[in-house]
């Protein structure tokens, strides 16, 4: 590096305080512009997250021996390594270059002594120092031993990504404070049926393995089951013969069993395939769930939750010592992590929540997910060639080399009998002039090159870095921000074109020569969200837009669809907790529209005669972008360029509305504040949301509301279907006073955000309609009484509910 840039300057190591020295050694990537100015690592703006860090963690920085595994601000901070280098240097000089720096700089200091602990920072240090492959995000938080020293280290992220992506801030601080000693591993994973039948405990986690899963699915066969009753103790129980009638005996008499998303998956999976089951009265603790509610914010998947609180090197992708000692792992990973996060849960109060709601709810959402949804297969090429033209007529608004084109080409086919090649012997295939359509825009390449290249008719911007994987992207999240900062046509069509292109690659996907779908079971993730809203997957029915619902139906001939709907929800419930008289009295008006009250106020046509219109030039769809937008802590600059409104009349707009809302804004400014100082919220049914990042003040605004509704649609969910999910009646009364079994052979079919959709035989609509609407607009103590109005239509689809 020196020899191809020798007017950079020489970073060297920050030396301890020898008073405080810690004996310990921080390893960085390279040096930024500041550094290189200052000729110290870790100053600049990452060096400040690092300060804050170390301070979180209790960690003297003068204590410490700080230097980076390059010792010269690499151009444009771009690593060597990175595929962006290749701009200013070759990749077999990059490797010379880093290899050499770390052979005369870096390998040295690490040889001088013995180190308490190295702490690597990023993933250039785990990978050159700590010479682990596969990313920061899988090796951070793993005790790990150094090459060639017998030290031994730990990763953590690198500050300049924590500062794209905040949530991690006090996983890193912790990462800075775990312990270098792993723990041991008593594992026994050929075990003896002596050794089974000698397991007599009653509380003890679980985890099942399916080793063909990958080839087979969900059809897969369950071939061992991992039991754990003492931390760093294991079995890998075999499914066969005796062991199997033993297996059945364990969960038979287990008063409390623990695993990592079992409710949904682990526990039906072995009374389905083993038939395995638990009785009525046993305890089940998900630490998937557990872990949801005290870190809504973060992953939780099992290895990330493990890396949180144990001292477990990462396991996940190492399966070379074969499938029973990575069962034993994960079970007694299960096992160690229900022991730290149980006393958490009820130190937070989120005991009563968790036993109480989201354990019947992660049973609903399974039911939910075994129903269904049935497709009318012939409504796909409907919807999908209305598609197909929409994007036609969209890709006019993109520059030319993004637009869809047909190329020239030559088509391999079969030969007419008799055919002879250039050799005169008989051949098989001939080539054939053809076309081909290639559709730009769709190319990642393509994009990046528009978005940000400074070639004729592109945008010049500057790349947007994707804060999980640190690459440029020119994904959703990146075109929704450069629009909302341009307003540029191109861009906003972009956006649209993409999520087009996901419907019809996914909802609307038609294959020659398969079976059309027509049926679709979505997961349902009672931990997919941080306000603890449901999120949906494969495929995501949250997010469907209503011109392509009328392809779901129901599953029998003369039976219709139903959806149930909270009729402004978070806008009622924003009012209430605000105290905001005025507009609770609005609310309450039967048919009120917020969005036509606003628009008619700017406008000064009557409210009656205000329509709906997604027209966005209308003063409806301005009035909604508005109410939606100052709920969200929305500014006037801001909406201005998302949805393309004059600034001048955007202001006018916003002043108008929050005249109108004064004490909401006012509550807006209190919570924000409170959230500030507290560093959490709660809302009236106990759930928590934490807040330590710069996103504070939008992020409150939503969680009342949000988190609000949404435990109030789990009770009616609850009060609905606790008779299909064995919960008990006792259990119900806890958390909702008005309950009712939906009558058979009625379904509830999917959650979408603040509604539900079923499906009824014609002939039980009135009565289902009727039960649903008392279940839903009982009044909630926990709200002082409050009731909120619903919404209720039916129709032979989805799409087609009135």
Same mark, same amino acid.
């Given at each position: 590096? /020196?020899?191809?840039?020798?007017? $950079? &300057?020489? =970073? #060297? %190591?920050?030396?301890?305080?020898?008073?405080?020295?810690?004996?310990? @050694?921080?390893?960085?990537?390279?040096?930024?512009?500041?550094?290189?100015?200052?000729?110290?690592?870790?100053?600049?703006?990452?060096?400040?997250?690092?300060?804050?860090?170390?301070?979180?963690?209790?960690?003297?920085?003068?204590?410490?021996?700080?230097?980076?595994?390059?010792?010269?601000?690499?151009?444009?901070?771009?690593?060597?390594?990175?595929?962006?280098?290749?701009?200013?240097?070759?990749?077999?000089?990059?490797?010379? /270059?880093?290899?050499?720096?770390? $052979? &005369?700089? =870096? #390998? %040295?200091?690490?040889?001088?002594?013995?180190?308490?602990?190295?702490? @690597?920072?990023?993933?250039?240090?785990?990978?050159?120092?700590?010479?682990?492959?596969?990313?920061?995000?899988?090796?951070?938080?793993?005790?790990?031993?150094?090459?060639?020293?017998?030290?031994?280290?730990?990763?953590?992220?690198?500050?300049?990504?924590?500062?794209?992506?905040?949530?991690?801030?006090?996983?890193?601080?912790?990462?800075?404070?775990?312990?270098?000693?792993?723990?041991?591993?008593?594992?026994?994973?050929?075990?003896?049926?002596?050794?089974?039948?000698?397991?007599?405990?009653?509380?003890?986690?679980?985890?099942?393995?399916?080793?063909?899963?990958?080839?087979?699915?969900?059809?897969?066969?369950?071939?061992?089951?991992?039991?754990?009753?003492?931390?760093?103790?294991?079995?890998?129980?075999?499914?066969?013969?005796?062991?199997?009638?033993?297996?059945?005996?364990?969960?038979?008499?287990?008063?409390?069993?623990?695993?990592?998303?079992?409710?949904?998956?682990?526990?039906?999976?072995?009374?389905?395939?083993?038939?395995?089951?638990?009785?009525?009265?046993?305890?089940?603790?998900?630490?998937?769930?557990?872990?949801?509610?005290?870190?809504?914010?973060?992953?939780?998947?099992?290895?990330?939750?493990?890396?949180?609180?144990?001292?477990?090197?990462?396991?996940?992708?190492?399966?070379?010592?074969?499938?029973?000692?990575?069962?034993?792992?994960?079970?007694?990973?299960?096992?160690?992590?229900?022991?730290?996060?149980?006393?958490?849960?009820?130190?937070?109060?989120?005991?009563?929540?968790?036993?109480?709601?989201?354990?019947?709810?992660?049973?609903?959402?399974?039911?939910?997910?075994?129903?269904?949804?049935?497709?009318?297969?012939?409504?796909?090429?409907?919807?999908?060639?209305?598609?197909?033209?929409?994007?036609?007529?969209?890709?006019?608004?993109?520059?030319?080399?993004?637009?869809?084109?047909?190329?020239?080409?030559?088509?391999?086919?079969?030969?007419?009998?008799?055919?002879?090649?250039?050799?005169?012997?008989?051949?098989?295939?001939?080539?054939?002039?053809?076309?081909?359509?290639?559709?730009?825009?769709?190319?990642?390449?393509?994009?990046?090159?528009?978005?940000?290249?400074?070639?004729?008719?592109?945008?010049?911007?500057?790349?947007?870095?994707?804060?999980?994987?640190?690459?440029?992207?020119?994904?959703?999240?990146?075109?929704?921000?450069?629009?909302?900062?341009?307003?540029?046509?191109?861009?906003?069509?972009?956006?649209?074109?993409?999520?087009?292109?996901?419907?019809?690659?996914?909802?609307?996907?038609?294959?020659?020569?398969?079976?059309?779908?027509?049926?679709?079971?979505?997961?349902?993730?009672?931990?997919?969200?941080?306000?603890?809203?449901?999120?949906?997957?494969?495929?995501?029915?949250?997010?469907?837009?209503?011109?392509?619902?009328?392809?779901?139906?129901?599953?029998?001939?003369?039976?219709?669809?139903?959806?149930?709907?909270?009729?402004?929800?978070?806008?009622?419930?924003?009012?209430?907790?605000?105290?905001?008289?005025?507009?609770?009295?609005?609310?309450?008006?039967?048919?009120?529209?917020?969005?036509?009250?606003?628009?008619?106020?700017?406008?000064?046509?009557?409210?009656?005669?205000?329509?709906?219109?997604?027209?966005?030039?209308?003063?409806?769809?301005?009035?909604?972008?508005?109410?939606?937008?100052?709920?969200?802590?929305?500014?006037?600059?801001?909406?201005?360029?998302?949805?393309?409104?004059?600034?001048?009349?955007?202001?006018?707009?916003?002043?108008?509305?929050?005249?109108?809302?004064?004490?909401?804004?006012?509550?807006?400014?209190?919570?924000?504040?409170?959230?500030?100082?507290?560093?959490?919220?709660?809302?009236?049914?106990?759930?928590?949301?934490?807040?330590?990042?710069?996103?504070?003040?939008?992020?409150?605004?939503?969680?009342?509301?949000?988190?609000?509704?949404?435990?109030?649609?789990?009770?009616?969910?609850?009060?609905?279907?606790?008779?299909?999910?064995?919960?008990?009646?006792?259990?119900?009364?806890?958390?909702?006073?008005?309950?009712?079994?939906?009558?058979?052979?009625?379904?509830?079919?999917?959650?979408?955000?603040?509604?539900?959709?079923?499906?009824?035989?014609?002939?039980?609509?009135?009565?289902?309609?009727?039960?649903?609407?008392?279940?839903?607009?009982?009044?909630?103590?926990?709200?002082?009484?409050?009731?909120?109005?619903?919404?209720?239509?039916?129709?032979?689809?989805?799409?087609?509910?009135?």
């Amino acid at each position: 590096m /020196a020899r191809l840039f020798p007017s $950079n &300057n020489f =970073v #060297r %190591p920050q030396l301890p305080n020898p008073d405080k020295d810690l004996n310990r @050694l921080l390893i960085g990537e390279a040096p930024g512009q500041e550094e290189s100015q200052a000729e110290q690592p870790f100053v600049g703006g990452s060096g400040r997250v690092l300060n804050n860090l170390l301070r979180s963690a209790g960690v003297a920085r003068e204590g410490l021996t700080i230097t980076n595994c390059l010792s010269c601000r690499p151009p444009d901070n771009v690593f060597p390594s990175d595929r962006e280098a290749r701009s200013y240097i070759s990749k077999d000089d990059a490797e010379k /270059a880093i290899k050499q720096c770390y $052979n &005369n700089h =870096v #390998r %040295p200091l690490i040889k001088s002594r013995k180190w308490n602990r190295i702490d @690597l920072v990023g993933d250039k240090a785990l990978r050159i120092v700590g010479g682990k492959f596969g990313g920061i995000s899988k090796w951070r938080g793993s005790p790990l031993d150094i090459p060639e020293t017998s030290s031994k280290g730990i990763a953590i992220m690198h500050p300049s990504y924590l500062m794209r992506d905040q949530t991690m801030l006090p996983v890193a601080a912790n990462d800075l404070t775990k312990s270098l000693d792993e723990p041991p591993e008593h594992y026994k994973p050929f075990p003896s049926i002596e050794d089974v039948r000698a397991f007599k405990a009653t509380t003890f986690a679980f985890d099942l393995e399916e080793p063909k899963y990958r080839t087979m699915g969900r059809h897969a066969p369950i071939e061992m089951v991992g039991l754990c009753a003492t931390a760093t103790e294991a079995l890998c129980v075999p499914t066969r013969g005796e062991y199997l009638s033993e297996l059945k005996r364990i969960f038979r008499n287990a008063v409390a069993v623990i695993g990592h998303n079992c409710l949904q998956y682990d526990l039906p999976e072995l009374q389905e395939k083993l038939d395995i089951k638990i009785n009525s009265e046993c305890q089940v603790w998900d630490t998937m769930l557990l872990q949801h509610l005290v870190c809504p914010d973060l992953p939780h998947d099992l290895e990330f939750v493990a890396s949180q609180f144990l001292s477990k090197p990462a396991w996940k992708d190492d399966k070379t010592q074969g499938w029973e000692p990575y069962c034993c792992r994960d079970t007694d990973a299960s096992y160690q992590v229900w022991q730290e996060l149980l006393p958490m849960v009820e130190r937070e109060g989120l005991g009563q929540l968790y036993r109480q709601v989201q354990v019947p709810l992660a049973k609903i959402c399974l039911l939910m997910h075994q129903t269904g949804f049935k497709v009318n297969p012939n409504r796909i090429g409907e919807v999908r060639e209305k598609l197909l033209k929409e994007q036609d007529e969209l890709e006019t608004r993109l520059p030319d080399f993004l637009r869809g084109r047909d190329i020239p080409i030559k088509k391999r086919t079969l030969a007419p009998p008799g055919t002879l090649g250039k050799s005169g012997k008989p051949v098989k295939y001939v080539l054939r002039d053809d076309t081909e359509r290639v559709i730009p825009w769709r190319s990642p390449t393509e994009k990046q090159r528009f978005l940000y290249s400074n070639d004729p008719g592109c945008l010049g911007l500057e790349p947007i870095i994707d804060a999980k994987k640190g690459n440029i992207t020119t994904g959703h999240a990146a075109l929704e921000r450069i629009y909302s900062k341009t307003g540029n046509e191109a861009v906003k069509a972009l956006r649209t074109l993409n999520k087009m292109d996901e419907l019809l690659s996914t909802f609307l996907k038609i294959e020659e020569g398969k079976a059309q779908v027509t049926e679709v079971h979505a997961s349902f993730n009672v931990h997919g969200t941080s306000t603890g809203r449901l999120s949906s997957s494969d495929p995501n029915l949250q997010n469907i837009p209503g011109s392509i619902r009328h392809i779901y139906v129901p599953h029998h001939a003369d039976w219709v669809i139903w959806e149930m709907d909270f009729s402004g929800i978070e806008n009622r419930l924003q009012s209430y907790f605000a105290g905001d008289t005025e507009r609770t009295k609005r609310l309450s008006i039967p048919g009120f529209s917020e969005h036509k009250y606003l628009a008619s106020k700017i406008s000064g046509i009557p409210i009656e005669k205000i329509e709906k219109s997604s027209d966005p030039d209308s003063v409806y769809s301005k009035a909604k972008h508005v109410v939606h937008g100052v709920d969200r802590g929305l500014g006037p600059k801001k909406a201005s360029k998302m949805y393309g409104i004059p600034l001048k009349e955007c202001h006018t707009l916003f002043d108008t509305w929050k005249s109108e809302i004064k004490n909401t804004i006012l509550w807006q400014q209190k919570l924000t504040d409170q959230a500030k100082r507290d560093g959490f919220l709660v809302n009236p049914f106990g759930r928590r949301q934490w807040y330590w990042t710069s996103d504070t003040y939008t992020k409150s605004l939503s969680f009342p509301p949000q988190a609000t509704g949404a435990d109030v649609l789990y009770r009616v969910m609850i009060a609905l279907l606790y008779e299909r999910i064995g919960w008990p009646e006792e259990l119900v009364k806890k958390v909702v006073g008005v309950y009712h079994p939906l009558p058979k052979p009625s379904n509830i079919l999917i959650c979408v955000h603040d509604s539900l959709v079923g499906e009824s035989p014609k002939s039980q609509v009135e009565e289902v309609m009727e039960i649903v609407s008392k279940v839903a607009t009982q009044p909630w103590p926990e709200l002082g009484g409050m009731t909120l109005p619903i919404e209720i239509k039916c129709g032979p689809s989805w799409g087609e509910c009135e």
